[in-house]
């Protein structure tokens, strides 16, 4: 019934931008703050982005900031993560989360590679 689902992964070149989408249904997505988080072959996943339920609280890590920018539409049920100034770094899959009362929900995650 809960569903969280990442879309918008592809190939981009490096200095590149990329728009990746989470759509979420099954709980109250306004009530519900969001994160993104990537992992890369061989690492651990990393935090990406955070944003507060009505979206005017946003976090990032060093490594993204200023390149990197999270929002949501409530009317809509979706988060974004726009990413700008793309480095080969950045190559991961990034999984949408969500967290709502107790519960932690997540997709099955977008892959993003920077390759020229």
């Known amino acids: 019934q809960v569903q969280v689902v990442e879309s918008g992964g592809g190939l981009v070149q490096p200095g590149g931008s990329l728009r990746l989408s989470c759509a979420a249904s099954?709980?109250?997505?306004?009530?519900?703050?969001m994160r993104w988080y990537r992992q890369a072959p061989g690492k651990e996943r990393e935090f990406v982005a955070f944003?507060?339920?009505?979206?005017?609280?946003?976090t990032y890590p060093d490594s993204v900031k200023g390149r990197f920018t999270i929002s949501r539409d409530n009317a809509k049920n979706t988060v974004y993560l726009q990413m700008s100034s793309l480095k080969p770094e950045d190559t991961a899959v990034y999984y949408c989360?969500?967290?709502?009362?107790?519960?932690?929900?997540w997709g099955q995650g977008t892959q993003v590679t920077v390759s020229s």
């Open positions: 989360n969500a967290y709502v009362g107790t519960k932690n929900y």
């Open positions: 099954g709980f109250t997505f306004s009530s519900a703050t």
């Open positions: 944003v507060s339920n009505t979206g005017y609280t946003t």
